[in-house]
């Protein structure tokens, strides 16, 4: 029943691997979001997809490139990962984009660490 | 860009004492939010303050919104342990929401 989920909780792994971060809401909610929060609990916006379509692209390495199947998933993969992308990477879900002041609803995050 | 400062960064409190945390704009928003983070939890979204001046209560906590809609408060009467965990405001502006660094709260029994 969790509102919005992501898989896995954890990912340990070693530098240079590929790896993905999946996320589904079931809130039949318009836009998914994916922030990354670093050691210092700083929430950092990385992308953001209203109906399947790009509308947020931070400054990211483009060692991440996201990919929404449909509007309830937006998966986040990693290519030649460092040992500076470890962090929590959050999933979150609104029933529209920013610009309508709605509110955020996150997954639990997924915890990944490089080594 | 929009930037959001908030203090304190951090806070120890003896239950049943009183915490603020204070959140200021570098712009006028349209809107700003907060939320909150227990240890090893996600964001949780507590309320959204809309009106220039706005003032909501929900038990304990009182939530403020300047009257220039660039700063914002968060006050909690009477702590209590459960009251743990990092809050956070959001700032929101004409086409993103952007977190402050937010306030980790401690409370001892």
């Known amino acids: 029943d969790t509102a919005v989920s992501q898989t896995p909780k954890y990912l340990v792994t070693q530098m240079g691997n590929d790896k993905s971060i999946k996320c589904e809401q079931n809130l039949g909610h318009d836009t998914m979001y994916w922030y990354k929060q670093d050691s210092k609990k700083f929430l950092k916006i990385m992308f953001s997809y209203n109906n399947k379509e790009l509308i947020i692209n931070e400054t990211v390495p483009n060692r991440f490139s996201p990919k929404s199947p449909d509007k309830a998933h937006l998966n986040l993969h990693i290519n030649s990962l460092e040992l500076g992308d470890s962090a929590v990477y959050f999933c979150?879900?609104?029933?529209?984009?920013?610009?309508?002041?709605?509110?955020?609803?996150f997954g639990s995050g997924t915890r990944l660490t490089v080594v | 860009g929009q930037q959001v400062m908030q203090i304190p960064q951090y806070q120890h409190v003896q239950e049943g004492e009183d915490f603020t945390t204070y959140c200021n704009s570098s712009t006028t928003l349209s809107n700003i939010q907060w939320y909150k983070q227990r240890p090893g939890g996600h964001p949780v979204f507590l309320i959204q303050?809309?009106?220039?001046?706005e003032v909501k209560k929900q038990k304990r906590l009182t939530f403020q919104f300047g009257e220039a809609k660039k700063n914002s408060s968060l006050h909690i009467t009477a702590t209590q342990t459960t009251d743990v965990g990092t809050y956070f405001c959001?700032?929101?502006?004409?086409?993103?929401?952007?977190f402050g660094k937010g306030t980790m709260l401690l409370v001892s029994p």
């Open positions: 979150a879900s609104s029933q529209d984009s920013f610009r309508r002041g709605l509110h955020l609803i």
């Open positions: 959001a700032g929101q502006g004409y086409s993103t929401l952007t």
């Open positions: 303050l809309v009106k220039s001046g």
